[in-house]
Nanobody, 121 residues
């Protein structure tokens, strides 16, 4: 069983930055690809970014490409999401997930509880 705990969310002004972290409880953290998803009120959960097992491959949704950066530290069993140039439309609950490096929520087996990001305009 893998437990994921996100942190780093909060309230930020448009144009600002936040860094989300997701700590995993499992020792075999490096065998999982990791993803970040987000869900705004009344909307479906959507893909944000994903990273492969060894940090050598990444994927981003078009809406965040060039503004967000996903990274991981396998020694710390943690995945990060650096978010720059935030926009009001980035407001959502952000979830990290462990599974296969895909854009579909169905490819991820484990999920965190989510952290709220609110961007004020």
């Amino acid at each position: 069983q893998v437990q994921l705990v996100e942190s780093g969310g909060g309230l930020v002004q448009a144009g600002g930055s936040l860094r989300l972290s997701c700590a995993a409880s499992v020792r075999a953290f490096s065998i999982y690809s990791m993803g970040w998803f987000r869900q705004a009120p009344g909307k479906e959960r959507e893909f944000v970014a994903a990273i492969g097992r060894s940090d050598s491959s990444t994927d981003y949704a078009d809406s965040v490409k060039g503004r967000f950066t996903i990274s991981r530290d396998n020694a710390k069993r943690t995945v990060y999401l650096q978010m720059n140039s935030l926009k009001s439309e980035d407001t959502a609950v952000y979830y990290c997930a462990a599974g296969r490096m895909q854009r579909s929520v169905y490819e991820y087996d484990y999920w965190g509880q989510g952290t709220q990001v609110t961007v004020s305009s």
